[in-house]
């Protein structure tokens, strides 16, 4: 299949494999963490601030993450920001064992887990065009959101069990060992020899950011985008991750199971998006592909706010995870397209901060909202927020035409 094409380098296909498992950890993790913070506190304030605890550090550092990853060897940032994350985890997982973890353990661990993020989400982006040919880029991006999915729908059905099995520590202690492997599967990027961009006396730190920024404000389409996304990754993260517990616990009155469940058909959707655009040759209309995208994500997360059943709610969510992956595919290969390769980890980064800085602000105003108004209507609003921004990025020429 074309789909697999891009595994025949072995770098990347190395990468793939270690990336693959730490993200299964990483997301039977999320689903333990998420009902530590419910059975601990109960509050989805607290369920937030753990999460702005997580994503401010990775935006606040970003900028320097992606100039380090066009300075500095990528394999070498990666396997540094793999072994960091191991060992936070860890310390997380020893405390519950002990029976000693507190909030502000998970809020310190969360901190240094997100300013190692930082480093390795830009490095990641750009080593991808450096490890395969230009024509399987659509391969490698569709198999890196497949190992992201894979994560997404075994970990947290992975995790849900392992609760009820052996408690949280268990499954803390878990997501630490996937980081350890897969900084494994990083040491053969470790041991290649540098580019002549890493080698060579390069420019300042600042000099190489005012690029960077200069590059995007130039391009409409790219700020355009970026700003847009920043507001869309609130109305769909912040229901996602800190009203939709609630929903199922507090509205739909059901338990953990249900919440891995879910938390599982949405990347179902992402798989299907992955496997049809990484076996496609072309890819037309990017602008009208990442935009209706986003508003069919929009449109499925207010019906999953609902009441409705819990088969519709199923349904809604793997139509979210297929037009969201869709939208994202795209414009993941429209960047690798059109910005060059030596500018790909500034401009990465600046996609992201952009993408992600308001993400720890709607964290709080979710939390608070749904103590204060309840997580259905939270889904709702938020849902149709999404939808209507989407819509409305696209009367501008530079996006339709893009």
Known sequence: MKLFRSLTHRSFASLWVGQTISRVGDHLYEVALAWWVLQKTGSAVQMGAVLIFSFAPMVLFLMIGGVAGDRYPRGRIMLISDLARGI???????????????????????????????FFAPAYAAS??????????????????????????AGPAIGAGL?????????????????????????PLVMQPRTPRQTESAPSFWRELREGWALVIGLPWLWITIAVMALTNVTLAGPYAVALPFLVKDQMHRDVGTLGMLYSIFPMGY?????????ASVFRRAGWMIYLGV????????????PVPLVLIGIAAFING???EAAMLTWTLV????????????????????????IPIGFGLVGFATDHVGARWVIIVCGGITALLALAALLHPAVRKL
């Open 295 to 306: 508003a069919i994500a929009g449109a499925m997360m207010l019906v999953i706010g609902l």
């Open 335 to 358: 960047l690798q397209e059109k910005i060059q390769p030596q500018m790909l980890g500034r401009v990465s980064s600046i996609e992201s901060l952009g993408s992600y800085a308001l």
């Open 322 to 324: 297929a037009a969201l």
């Open 128 to 153: 991808v065009p450096e490890l395969v040919h230009r024509d399987l880029l659509g391969s490698a991006n569709s198999l890196t959101s497949l190992s992201v999915q894979i994560g997404r729908i």
């Open 163 to 187: 609760v009820k099995l052996g408690g949280t520590p268990l499954a803390f202690a878990l997501n630490s060992v996937s980081f350890f492997l897969s900084a494994l599967f990083v040491l």
């Open 88 to 118: 936070v985890v860890a310390l997380i997982a020893a405390a519950a064992y002990a029976g000693r973890l507190e909030v502000w353990h998970v809020y310190i661990g969360s901190v240094i887990f997100g300013f190692a993020d930082a």
């Open 271 to 279: 798989v299907l998006s992955a496997v049809w655009l990484g076996s």
